[in-house]
Structure formats: C-alpha cells, structure tokens
Nanobody, 115 residues
Framework: QVQLVESGGGLVQPGGSLRLSCAASGNIFSDYVMNWYRQAPGLQRVLVAGVTSTDRTNYADSVKGRFTISRDSAKNTVYLQMNSLKPEDTAVYYC?????????WGQGTQVTVSS
C-alpha cells in the first residue's frame, strides 16, 4: 500500500503562483510514475503533469510553459509549481502514484484562481 498526502492548495489571484506537494509513503518500489490530475466542477478528471522515477516529464498542453513538475526522490515527494495561474486553472488537484502494485490517489487539494 502507498499513502499520499497533498498540500499547498489555496486561493490566488490571476497571474499568481502556487506550489503543490505530494508526499508518498509506504511500500514504494524503484519504478513508478507520479502524476497530478485536476477536476473542475462538472468536468472529468484530467492529467495535468507527470514525472517518472527516471525524471521523464510530460504536461498537458494547457499548462505547458506555466507549470513545472519535479520530484525529490529522497523524500518520495512530487511538486507542482504553478505560475501565471488563470481562472480556468481552478479545480481540485489530485496526486496519483502508479507502480507495479497498483495505482493510488491522494485526497485532493483545492486551487482557486480568482480576483
């Protein structure tokens, strides 16, 4: 089992920045992928960014150039640095961890971009 604890959400004005964190604990193998998804009201959960245990990254087109995903392997923690935030970035952000034993989700953290 893997447990995920997210933090860093909140209210920010358009153009502002936030950094989300997701700490993983439990039975973690050497090969894994950590992702950030988001879900806005009335919409499906969508992938925002992902990073592998070999530091390969991928991003949704809507966040490229504004968001940066990174990880601290010693802490089993993934970060999502979000800059130039827009109102359309408002959503609940979920951390997702995938390894050969299965996939796991965090509880979600609310990000609201509003003036």
């Amino acid at each position: 089992q893997v447990q995920l604890v997210e933090s860093g959400g909140g209210l920010v004005q358009p153009g502002g920045s936030l950094r989300l964190s997701c700490a993983a604990s439990g039975n973690i193998f050497s090969d894994y992928v950590m992702n950030w998804y988001r879900q806005a009201p009335g919409l499906q959960r969508v992938l925002v960014a992902g990073v592998t245990s070999t530091d390969r990254t991928n991003y949704a087109d809507s966040v490229k150039g504004r968001f940066t995903i990174s990880r601290d392997s010693a802490k089993n923690t993934v970060y999502l640095q979000m800059n130039s935030l827009k109102p359309e970035d408002t959503a609940v952000y979920y951390c997702n961890f995938i390894q050969c034993s299965g996939g796991y989700w965090g509880q979600g953290t609310q990000v609201t971009v509003s003036s």
